[in-house]
């Protein structure tokens, strides 16, 4: 160990030729042996780069994984199935903020057709002063839609969050819209049944569950990341040596107030192969229609993936593409003519081409 730190010293002391140090050099000797540790607990696991940014999840203090597993056959009844999704993105910065576009999808499967809706895209120009009245302005017509009272909640509201933020409100009310006008169907949502937080308050929540399952729905939510844990290993990761599909139930999670789990979690396996996902399942539902919602998902959706095909083409449809950018850009400019800055990138100013941006720090 010390004859692999005094090679790695001496070998960037002299490539780089700095001064030899005059003050206490123990924390960069730390760093040093820390490195080479950490890299060799590390060595021969997988490892996965550039990946997506993990949706946060509440701390829990205690999570198990029944390792039994909750075998799973196709139910082939007629059952329609539909699904939910939004996206945002930045498209642009004028002098003054920034320029986002929202837009939704979704996809209804019934009778082995494939049927989908498209909902925008909608661009906002958010500036820091206005960008708590536009929030607020969505959030008054949403809740009034869903019979609610009007909650004006702002916090600390960062522009940089205001894309997922509109998103968001956008994704609730097409969710709130299909439990209203489907019976009897599997509705698919992308992410968790967390409630609690600004963006999803419970009340809300337990009411579209409510209206739900009042129309003989039952709602599933696929969450593609998770940073739920069982001893370190997340729990998607962990592969039993069961033959799928099969759900494992998780048990013991117990967010902190007023973070409220409104689903019960499962990790599905749903096709052969190393995917899984964690699965939310109404929690109000009996646990016979709980499995019963997923056995008909498996017999009237495409799966691939361990993955819903009807939620898939959700993504996809709702989902950005560089062309449509290039045409909403030029929209903006011949229709608004707001003025499109084109920032210098500063690390690529001072670091050449080692200037990678902050993305990559």
Known sequence: MNHLIEQYTIATTQKYNFPQPTIDATLPQRFIEQSIYSLRNVQNQTIQLNQQTIQQET???????????????PRHEETPVAAIDTSSMKIGETSLGILIAVRGATVHKHNRHYNYMRIGPFIFHVTEE???????????????????????????????????????????????????????????????????TPDTPTRLMKETLRIARERGNAVLAFSKMTNLRVNGHIITEMQPSHKPPYLLEAVGLKPKPPIVLLGDIYVARLTHGNYAFRLDIDKELRHEQKIG???????????????????????????????????????????????????????????????????YA
């Open 59 to 73: 701390p829990t203090h205690t999570l198990q994984l029944k390792l039994d597993p909750i075998p799973l056959k």
């Open 130 to 196: 206005n960008k708590k009245e536009v929030y607020a302005s969505l959030q008054t017509a949403y809740f009034a839609f869903s019979h609610e009272h009007t909650q004006t909640y702002q916090g600390m509201m960062n522009i940089a969050q205001m894309p997922t933020r509109i998103a968001n409100l956008l994704e609730k009310w097409l969710q709130t819209t299909l439990t209203k006008t489907l019976s009897k169907s599997l509705i698919l949502f992308d992410g968790s049944l967390t409630a609690g």
């Open 293 to 359: 919602s997923v056995e008909s998902l498996l017999g009237n959706d495409l799966l691939q993936q361990s993955y819903p095909e009807t939620l898939r083409l959700a993504h996809i449809l709702c989902t950005f593409t560089a062309n449509e950018v290039i045409a909403m850009q030029h929209f903006i400019t011949r229709k608004y003519g707001l003025k499109i800055l084109n920032r210098p990138d500063i690390h690529r100013l001072l670091f050449g081409l080692f200037g990678r941006g902050e993305g």
